[in-house]
């Protein structure tokens, strides 16, 4: 039964559960895997109901010996069901082989990958690669990953999209570009970011039955995040509630040309719902700020000495948005760094940060993956290639509350758990989404939530006020001020 997502492991851990349900709670092999073949072709029924002709294309190990039982299966109820295999499946031993055998025996046609041969199906079943791929696609599977990529039909991956690295995301050289991903047992962590969201499409997920007791014997560090879930740190509000109980929260940036940055962040912060924003810019801005937003309280600082009355009333600080690297800029920073506030520090405060690294569990730090890098002194090639290592990394060496943005967003902070988003979409892909958040997650620290939560709830509260916000106009176009309108009604939700 396809179940909601909310753990998700590293492949050591998924095989660790399969490895309980088998021997130490007596479910044979081959019933997880006729139990994975008939939930994947449910799924594909599901998904392209109008579908006749099945093309299973299958590898060796128990990825392979899922997709024979999805053939067979597929066969039995009428499908033009047929496998083209790459590895000899005589070759196959254990569960995988009794598959094949089954599938030979049940009638469904067999015979060897053609590269000669054109994909021709309605819909395409990988089950080449799973879990067990080390290094990268050897070059017989990466033909035959080229050529179903290459085919004009929809395509579902078994278990994992083949050629992915389940732990981190990454392609393995080259990977299928699945349509629709049926996961088994335990949800992998690596498909909902890095590359993998490229790779995946729909993420489905089965447990396939096994005893829940497995599952507390097999402890995961990471899981989905869940907005219903975060929602309880902002209970219902009195109804003799007034400014003060909310907080204030204080936006320290805007350094020429980039006004609009610290105006949007206070805007966001306000429409989180911050009892109190005021904005610090430089002196020719206030107009910019106010005006666009008249909510917003915009004091024009020239020095820092400007700066500690402001940060004296404020509950909040958020230090960054557009802030820029100029002596004003440093000036500024080294001046808000004085209180023990809590502190959200994004853009050019990551960047002041680098440059004189401290630690400081009261802060939330909002790198995206070329701040990562230089935070830790790294490339952002190595960032991308382990996220979770990355997010690991900064949690250590700045003990703040970490969020590592991209695509599959994570969160880490005193849990130490790694939350991932699964939510956001391409159309975020524009200046000043970085600036909301960071608006965002002060808006939520100033209403007394702690550090942990506010970068969580934060973290999807924009994502998807970003996917409200595409599905009503499209991705293409997508403004970071069109969230706020969404992102009121998602906190009120």
């Given at each position: 039964m396809l179940m909601p997502i909310k753990k998700l492991?590293?492949?050591?851990?998924?095989?660790?559960?399969?490895?309980?349900?088998?021997?130490?709670?007596?479910i044979p092999g081959y019933t997880l895997m006729q139990r994975a073949g008939q939930t994947a072709f449910s799924a594909l029924q599901k998904r392209w109901p109008k579908a006749s002709r099945i093309l299973i294309i299958c590898g060796s190990g128990n990825n392979a010996g899922d997709g024979y039982e999805v053939a067979r299966i597929a066969h039995q109820q009428g499908l033009q069901a047929s496998v083209l295999y790459v590895s000899e499946p005589n070759k196959l031993t254990g569960d995988a082989s009794i598959a094949f055998k089954n599938a030979k025996k049940s009638g469904v046609p067999i015979k060897p990958f053609n590269i000669k041969e054109q994909l021709q199906a309605d819909v395409i079943v990988d089950a080449l690669l799973g879990t067990g791929l080390r290094g990268e696609v050897r070059d017989d599977y990466k033909i035959a990953i080229q050529a179903i990529n290459s085919s004009e039909s929809p395509i579902l991956a078994v278990d994992v999209p083949s050629g992915l690295n389940t732990d981190t995301g990454n392609v393995l050289g080259a990977a299928v570009q699945a349509d629709l991903t049926v996961t088994f047992v335990g949800c992998k962590q690596g498909f909902f970011t890095g590359q993998a969201p490229q790779y995946c499409g729909e993420v489905l997920y089965d447990d396939?039955?096994?005893?829940?007791?497995?599952?507390?014997?097999?402890?995961?560090?990471?899981?989905?995040?869940?907005?219903?879930?975060?929602?309880?740190?902002?209970?219902?509000?009195?109804?003799?509630?007034?400014?003060?109980?909310?907080?204030?929260?204080?936006?320290?940036?805007?350094?020429?040309?980039?006004?609009?940055?610290?105006?949007?962040?206070?805007?966001?912060?306000?429409?989180?719902?911050?009892?109190?924003?005021?904005?610090?810019?430089?002196?020719?801005?206030?107009?910019?700020?106010?005006?666009?937003?008249?909510?917003?309280?915009?004091?024009?600082?020239?020095?820092?000495?400007?700066?500690?009355?402001?940060?004296?009333?404020?509950?909040?600080?958020?230090?960054?948005?557009?802030?820029g690297q100029s002596a004003w800029s440093k000036n500024l920073y080294q001046a808000a760094l004085k209180t023990d506030k809590p502190k959200v520090i994004d853009a050019d405060g990551l960047n002041l940060l680098m440059e004189n690294p401290s630690k400081n569990e009261n802060w939330i730090l909002t790198p995206h993956p070329g701040e990562a890098a230089r935070l830790l002194n790294c490339t952002s090639t190595d960032v991308q290639n382990n996220r979770f290592a990355t997010i690991c990394n900064l949690r250590e060496k700045y003990a703040a509350t970490c969020i590592l943005k991209g695509p599959g967003t994570l969160?880490?902070?005193?849990?130490?758990?790694?939350?991932?988003?699964?939510?956001?979409?391409?159309?975020?892909?524009?200046?000043?989404?970085?600036?909301?958040?960071?608006?965002?997650?002060?808006?939520?620290?100033?209403?007394?939530?702690?550090?942990?939560?506010?970068?969580?709830?934060?973290?999807?509260?924009?994502?998807?006020?970003?996917?409200?916000?595409?599905?009503?106009?499209?991705?293409?176009?997508?403004?970071?001020?069109?969230?706020?309108?969404?992102?009121?009604?998602?906190?009120?939700?």
């Open positions: 492991y590293r492949t050591a851990e998924v095989r660790e559960l399969d490895r309980i349900a088998i021997q130490d709670f007596g396939l039955d096994v005893p829940k007791e497995i599952f507390d014997r097999v402890k995961s560090n990471v899981e989905k995040l869940n907005l219903d879930e975060l929602k309880q740190y902002l209970p219902p509000r009195s109804r003799i509630s007034h400014k003060g109980d909310f907080g204030h929260i204080l936006i320290i940036g805007g350094d020429y040309g980039m006004a609009g940055a610290a105006r949007m962040a206070g805007e966001a912060a306000a429409r989180t719902g911050s009892g109190l924003t005021t904005v610090a810019t430089r002196p020719e801005h206030i107009v910019a700020v106010s005006g666009m937003c008249p909510e917003l309280m915009c004091y024009g600082i020239k020095t820092s000495k400007g700066l500690e009355q402001l940060i004296e009333k404020a509950t909040v600080l958020v230090i960054g948005p557009g802030l969160v880490l902070g005193e849990s130490g758990k790694i939350g991932v988003c699964t939510a956001g979409n391409p159309g975020m892909a524009s200046g000043g989404m970085g600036d909301v958040l960071s608006g965002i997650v002060g808006g939520l620290l100033a209403q007394n939530l702690s550090s942990e939560p506010a970068a969580r709830m934060g973290v999807l509260l924009h994502s998807e006020a970003a996917d409200l916000a595409a599905q009503e106009k499209g991705e293409r176009g997508l403004l970071a001020t069109d969230l706020l309108l969404y992102l009121r009604k998602l906190i009120n939700a």
